[in-house]
């Protein structure tokens, strides 16, 4: 049964990965559309074709592989500087930029002059190219608020789990109490495994969150409401300052790091608490913040994976991972001992967060990538609007095929740092826990 789930989470993935390919592309092709813009092809995947329609001047089809798609409009690139399309030349560098120039008219078609990408307004290009990437972020925000409000996340409730027996300082990292140690506040004042704190010192807690910053900013005489067996109890504790773990101000912890503030010693018991819409939208801000700032950390990030990949080290919980690592992932969830809905809510935040990257990946400002044909759009219009400021002839549109070797540079990058994380996804996989 197992071994089932597990193939079923798998196509799930990919079943959900190939969705978030067409919808990224739909932005482009709809915008494409609406601007003029001749669209010959419009496919999802990569390699040879399986399946193809054409409707329109548009061919509508899925190819093999599944690890991309693509729309092909016509005019990426503008013609040389004598508007005609020039002979092949031996220099390398040379020949990537006419290739690629020749490769966006290759498909022209009489009447195809007045449909050509790069003769729309660089606001209309901007808009052509951010369109895909948005589609992504849409759909990521839409699942995430939808399973954060209607099946919640597990999460530290005001629910009491245990409570410490003695006062230890959190960088003591033991639970066993020395020789001569006092007792907790919290076991001082009778507070009982399974009490769920309704109000500290006469403040509603509505969240963990909310109880703990109270708790830290206490130290002396304390009033706690708890609801036990149905009934109301109110206890008094006598808060006393201690070293503890500091936190990172999204819920977690930072490791090794503490602080002294006020304790009163329980651990809080977790649960899968729906979230309201101002808590939703906070969580679905961080979860931007740290999607970025794993990006711009992902080349210090490389050593490690090399290690995991090649020489057996470990493959840590924040390691980059690829659609293979994505979707043995999702194996692993379904196949998880948990409730289905649970197992659903999870599959769908692997999904939002696949998504999520994918907008952040293609703002990259570097060509091949979306982000590089928006960044040359932009600086067509900045070039434009300084002409005309200072009075000079329009310079016309920004050549963006010149940035070809370029392109082809970071694609290459692209390519080995993708063959790196299939390696470890397969050798050295990163796993639930």
């Not at 002979?87 to 990537?96: H, K, Q, T, V």
């Not at 009489?110 to 003769?119: I, M, S």
């Not at 840590?316 to 197992?343: C, H, N, T, W, Y």
Request: net charge neutral.
């Amino acid at each position: 049964m197992t071994t089932w789930m597990t193939i079923l989470g798998i196509v799930v993935f990919v079943v959900g990965l190939l969705f978030s390919i067409a919808w990224h592309e739909l932005g482009h092709l709809s915008t494409a559309k609406m601007f003029g813009i001749r669209v010959p092809q419009y496919m999802v995947g990569f390699g040879p074709t399986l399946f193809s329609r054409k409707k329109g001047d548009t061919e509508y089809g899925v190819k093999a592989i599944p690890l991309g798609g693509y729309i092909r409009m016509i005019g990426m690139f503008p013609p040389g500087n004598d508007g005609q399309l020039q002979a092949r030349s031996s220099s390398p560098f040379r020949g990537m930029i006419e290739d690629a120039r020749s490769a966006a008219f290759e498909e022209l078609q009489p009447g195809d002059e007045k449909r050509l990408f790069y003769t729309r307004k660089p606001w209309k290009r901007v808009i052509v190219m951010f369109a895909g990437p948005f589609m992504n972020l849409i759909l990521a925000v839409v699942i995430f608020m939808s399973v954060l409000m209607g099946f919640g996340i597990n999460t530290q409730t005001t629910q009491v789990g245990s409570v410490s027996d003695c006062v230890i300082s959190a960088a003591a990292r033991t639970d066993t109490c020395p020789a001569g140690a006092k007792d907790s506040p919290a076991k001082a004042a009778g507070l009982r495994a399974g009490d769920k704190i309704v109000s500290f010192n006469g403040n509603a807690v509505p969240d963990w969150g909310a109880l703990q910053q109270q708790i830290r900013d206490t130290t002396g005489p304390a009033t706690l409401v708890v609801e036990r067996h149905g009934e109301r109890t109110t206890l008094h504790a006598d808060l006393i300052e201690n070293k503890v773990a500091k936190t990172d101000g999204h819920g977690g912890y930072v490791a090794g790091e503490y602080v002294t503030a006020g304790f009163l010693g329980f651990t809080p018991a977790s649960g899968v608490v729906p979230q309201t819409f101002g808590q939703s939208v906070d969580r679905m801000g961080n979860m931007v913040q740290q999607g970025a700032e794993a990006l711009v950390s992902l080349p210090a990030k490389i050593p490690d994976l090399w290690d995991a990949a090649f020489n057996g080290g470990e493959r840590k919980q924040d390691s980059p991972m690829g659609v293979v690592g994505a979707a043995r992932v999702g194996g692993e969830v379904f196949s998880l001992d948990i409730p289905p809905e649970q197992r659903v809510a999870t599959m769908l935040f692997l999904v939002a967060g696949f998504n999520l990257s994918l907008f952040l990946f293609n703002m990259l400002p570097l060509l091949p990538l979306d982000g590089g044909h928006i960044a040359g759009a932009v600086w067509e219009s900045i070039r434009r609007a300084f002409a005309k400021i200072v009075r000079r002839p329009d310079p016309g549109p920004f050549d963006v095929a010149r940035l070809m070797p370029v392109a082809y540079v970071v694609a290459g990058i692209f390519i080995c740092f993708t063959l790196l994380v299939l390696v470890a996804d397969v050798v050295n996989p990163v796993k639930l826990t």
